[in-house]
């Protein structure tokens, strides 16, 4: 088959390199890429959004399969403008369209679509630009710490956690008023804020059925003890020790068996990834979002411990076969750490030399930010690289991973040095 992914992160690379190892992928392509994926698939110079553009490109080499990495594609409607064409519809896309998208792409209709469907969540409520004072009183009944959410996408970052009310109406002020998201913040939730721990499961489904993917925990804060403003991803372990057999039974019985059915019932044709973010409470789960996409840097201590052949997996999913397949999951934990632009999540330089890309890796090296300069490497992103190390629990995992982080440096680097110390605390 001829493959084509879109998207330029670690989660790409990821991917590119999972599916590269598949017998059934006869040629790979990124759009646009960066300097990892380039040791696995062709780049191609095209924005992950000029849908005319990639649809030409995949008429002229023949795309059998096309796998959309980040959500904005899909938000605006990737596989909808294929699905429009006689010539691109035939190809296999695991993606869903735009109405499916919404899950991510609006908080708003995914708490609405959550409630619809009996799915346990946060109690929140939406709030528009003129509805300032509205916010403002509701606000005075919530009991801190307070959660503010910008409807639309964000980057990851337009999530505010705060324990202060003074502070909480400054900020939905500067959401709705000021417009700190820009149109991602014409609307805000306030949220309900859930105490307990984090996880992500991740799901892939065909529409009817779903194969459910190794879980993950993620650390969204740049500093250590989960403290400072979020970012995309600092870094993740996979499995996630506290998600034994019966917390994941609830998971499936729950939220993933009722999101899959809501889809279905809502006429919303969804076929690709759904990323379940929640809250493990007292041994109870709740979801604080989905995504419409794999996690990053989830997906890159995720791919590793995923036995199947991954292409199998993604057709199954496009072309609607997914009935009686399982995922197989190597028994090894995975822990990533992600190494970062100094400045990041605020302003960062780009451009910075990486050096240590050829030594021999005791874990694998995926690139997110990065492209290649002449015959250098250089930062290309606040997010540059994601580090996974794998082994028999948490602290070798963590050993490899650190062994790889430390062989690799440029200019203003930062990473965190606590990703899953938290897990080792809980076994």
Aim: hydrophobic share 40%.
């Amino acid at each position: 088959m001829n493959i084509l992914i879109i998207g330029n992160g670690g989660r790409e690379h990821a991917f590119a390199w999972k599916i590269s190892q598949s017998n059934r992928c006869d040629k790979l392509f990124v759009a646009p890429g960066n300097a990892g994926t380039a040791t696995h698939a062709t780049n191609v110079p095209i924005a992950v959004d000029n849908f005319e553009a990639l649809g030409k490109f995949c008429s002229e080499q023949a795309i059998d399969l096309m796998v959309v990495g980040p959500e904005a594609p899909l938000v605006k409607g990737i596989r909808d403008y294929f699905e429009q064409s006689p010539e691109l519809k035939k190809i296999l896309i695991v993606g869903p369209g735009k109405k499916g998208a919404q899950l991510e792409g609006s908080k708003d209709f995914s708490k609405q679509f959550m409630l619809r469907n009996g799915v346990p969540t946060a109690k929140a409520k939406t709030f528009a630009a003129n509805e300032v004072y509205d916010a403002l009183q509701y606000l005075d009944t919530c009991n801190p710490p307070i959660v503010l959410k910008a409807d639309g996408l964000a980057a990851g970052k337009g999530v505010i956690i705060t324990p202060d009310l003074d502070e909480a109406k400054a900020t939905i002020q500067e959401m709705l008023v000021d417009k700190k998201f820009g149109e991602a913040s014409a609307k805000v939730l306030i949220e309900e804020f859930l105490s307990g721990i984090e996880l992500s499961v991740f799901v892939l489904t065909d529409g009817k059925n779903y194969v459910i993917l190794p879980e993950a925990k993620d650390y969204k804060r740049i500093g250590e003890g989960d403290t400072g403003p979020n970012t995309g991803g600092m870094g993740a372990i996979s499995p996630v020790p506290f998600a034994d057999e019966a917390f994941l039974k609830k998971v499936e019985d729950r939220i993933i068996k009722p999101t899959i059915a809501g889809l279905h019932k809502e006429n919303i044709d969804y076929k690709g990834f759904i990323f379940i973010g929640l809250m493990n409470c007292n041994g109870d789960p709740l979801v604080i979002e989905y995504n419409a996409r794999m996690g990053d840097p989830e997906t890159q201590a995720v791919l590793p411990r995923i036995k199947n052949d991954f292409v199998d997996l993604l057709v199954d999913a496009a072309s609607g076969n997914l009935h009686g397949k399982k995922v197989e999951s190597i028994p090894e934990f995975a822990a990533t750490v992600v190494m970062v632009s100094g400045g990041y999540p605020a302003d960062y330089p780009k451009g910075k030399t990486i050096s240590g890309l050829d030594a021999t890796h005791p874990a694998l090296v995926f690139h997110a930010g990065s492209k290649q300069v002449n015959n250098q490497i250089v930062t290309d992103g606040g997010r540059v690289l994601a580090i996974t190390g794998c082994g028999a629990d948490i602290q070798e995992a963590r050993e490899k991973a650190f062994a790889g982080v430390a062989k690799l440096s440029w200019e203003g680097v930062y990473f965190r040095k606590d990703i899953g110390m938290d897990l080792m605390k809980l076994n």
